[in-house]
């Protein structure tokens, strides 16, 4: 539908060095070290704080505690990446972690705090699941607000970054689309959200910044951006995309009717937090000798399996063994959020369910964040760059964030005085299609996608589940299709577009890995592979074709 020929093409208005696609930790650290020499704009599918990084409570993994070592993280990562991490990848990211702590401070961010034995102030530092020492450098327990309100204000006040709200990236433009021989990524259709119009804008790099894709489930931490569509876009481009079956269910969601996906930080059980049947009993000896502090996916498989076996809607985390003041002071947004629920935390446990949080696979790149295309980059939870492997440590994730924004900024630094001007790009072409009377399938379809995730494609999967899974996308692929061919697009048909091809990526994957391993559980194959290396799940848009839009 949206290319038009090539008598209608003209000549773009809006041309910037670099379009970076996400207001995000990843996207705005990235625009910040441009703009001090290229002309940026900076696309955001709402408001600007609408993304995971605002909603991040427990932290930044960084090596700063005196006992602590670079060697120590690489190893943790790599434990917790259950054989698939690259470890290039990994020593680069964890040795850039103090460097990246140190520009956030510069950019304003005030972290938590302590006075030493000596008088010397230094950074607290937290301790999560998989982390061998304290290595968590956090804002109290609203982390993820304080990087965001502060990214935010320096990007507001720079004269080479354009702040675009309430932009909605359609689709990318590349120059094989346009006819040309060499491939290369040169614009985007961008939808104004308030007033339905398309347009066409061009640039000389593109960067993909868009989160993850964990609204793909039912139940999810995630705010309502993470629909996959960076992934959907580079995929529908042309681009690799690697370990979808890798989703991190966090274990520790809040369970309550008023609550919409409010996370119970790690954090709490790094603090000492029990978690209890409703009976009162701890279950964890039950999993694994880390108890509380296993890998996330070790948690909430244990949690999954109390509920089922016991048909309870729910499990309780306890930290009310620590004094009042402690958790007032360490948990000030959690404390507040169950106090407003009547749940007082000081006194008594913490209603939790586990919940689609984290998206490990994404868009293939290299240690530059290169995607396939060139001149397109994928930076943040959108892409898979070998750190996490099967499974993320916990807040190894901002830090990937900031790592890769760094590497894109040099990469795009030292090549933009080569980087061709992107051509005159086509208008979106609206000539055949109408507005919808039929908003009522998009919701229906979105809400039968997501429920069908969780049941078939969730925390414990198996053969026949994924296979159920997949002859029912590809009913909603169809009908999702000819929708999208007749009507007018919205942001919620885009969303629902992208997470029905998400999804599809997601079950194949899975349906590749004849094995158990990190985040990936199939009772068919409930252990790991060992008689060969590890293998990572590259799927190709060369060799499959997903669905009637692509
Ligand atoms: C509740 C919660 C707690 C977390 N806690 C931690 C933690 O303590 N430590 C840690 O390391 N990690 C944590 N994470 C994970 C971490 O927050 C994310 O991985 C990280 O913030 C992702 O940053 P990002 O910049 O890649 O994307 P995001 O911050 O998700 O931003 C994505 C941006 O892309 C934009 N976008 C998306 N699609 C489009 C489109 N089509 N067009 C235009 N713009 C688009 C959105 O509007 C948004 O601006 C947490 C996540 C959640 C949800």
């Given at each position: 539908m949206p290319i038009s020929n090539s008598s209608q093409h003209t000549c773009p208005s809006l041309n910037y060095d670099v379009l970076i696609f996400g207001s995000g930790c990843a996207g705005l650290s990235l625009a910040l070290k441009l703009a001090g020499s290229l002309r940026v704009a900076v696309l955001s599918k709402f408001a600007l704080t609408e993304g995971s990084t605002f909603y991040a409570q427990g932290g930044i993994s960084a090596?700063?505690?005196?006992?602590?070592?670079i060697a120590s993280h690489i190893e943790d990562t790599l434990i917790a990446g259950g054989g698939l991490s690259n470890p290039d990848i990994v020593r680069l990211t964890v040795s850039m972690g103090k460097q990246s702590i140190q520009w956030l401070r510069e950019q304003g961010v005030k972290f938590t705090e302590e006075t030493d034995d000596k008088g010397n102030k230094q950074l607290h530092l937290h301790r999560e699941g998989g982390?061998?020492?304290?290595?968590i450098v956090h804002t109290a327990d609203a982390t993820g607000k304080a990087v965001s309100l502060s990214l935010i204000e320096k990007a507001q006040l720079h004269p080479n970054i354009e702040l675009l709200e309430n932009h909605n990236v359609i689709d990318l433009i590349t120059t094989s689309k346009l006819g040309h021989s060499e491939e290369r990524a040169c614009g985007a259709y961008v939808l104004e959200n308030l007033s339905g119009k398309i347009k066409s804008m061009a640039a000389k790099a593109i960067v993909l910044?868009?989160?993850?894709?964990?609204?793909?489930?039912?139940?999810?931490?995630?705010?309502?951006?993470?629909?996959g569509d960076g992934i959907a876009l580079a995929w529908r481009a042309g681009c690799r995309v690697a370990n979808m079956e890798f989703m991190q269910f966090h274990p520790t969601c809040l369970y309550h009717p008023h609550a919409r996906s409010f996370l119970i930080s790690e954090a709490i059980r790094g603090e000492g937090g029990r978690l209890l049947l409703p009976n009162g009993k701890p279950f964890m000896q039950n999993y694994d000798s880390r108890l509380e502090l296993a890998p996330r996916d070790i948690v909430a498989r244990a949690i999954d399996s109390e509920m089922k076996t016991h048909g309870i809607d729910c499990v309780y985390l306890d930290i009310s063994h620590k004094s009042g003041r402690f958790i007032r002071r360490h948990f000030p947004t959690i404390y507040k959020q169950c106090k407003a629920l009547d749940i007082d935390i000081t006194k008594r446990p913490i209603p939790v369910v586990p919940a689609a949080h984290?998206?490990?696979?994404?868009v293939y790149t290299d240690d530059y964040a290169?995607?396939?295309?060139?001149g397109l980059y994928a930076i943040g939870e959108v892409a898979c760059t070998g750190l996490h492997g099967a499974n993320r440590m916990a807040s190894n994730s901002l830090l990937e964030c900031l790592v890769f924004a760094e590497r894109a900024h040099q990469h795009i630094m030292q090549n933009i005085g080569v980087f061709p001007d992107p051509p005159p790009l086509p208008e979106w072409d609206e000539s055949k299609v109408c507005h919808s009377d039929e908003e009522v399938v998009i919701a229906h379809n979105w809400d039968e996608l997501r429920r069908f995730m969780w049941d078939y494609v969730g925390i414990v999967r198996s053969d026949k589940r994924l296979k159920r899974a997949m002859h029912r996308l590809q009913l909603l692929k169809e009908e999702i299709a000819e929708y999208y061919g007749s009507y007018r697009v919205t942001s919620d048909l885009l969303e629902l577009r992208n997470l029905v091809i998400v999804a599809e990526l997601i079950i194949r994957c899975a349906q590749l890995r004849k094995e158990s391993r990190g985040l990936h559980f199939t009772k068919d194959y409930p252990?790991?592979?060992?008689?060969q290396a590890p293998q990572n799940s590259i799927l190709s848009p060369a060799d499959i074709k997903l669905s009637p839009q692509d």
């Open positions: 090596v700063l505690h005196e006992q602590d070592s982390h061998s020492f304290r290595r910044a868009t989160g993850g894709a964990n609204k793909v489930y039912l139940y999810s931490t995630n705010p309502h951006i993470s629909t984290y998206t490990c696979g994404g290169r995607t396939d295309i060139p252990e790991p592979d060992d008689s």
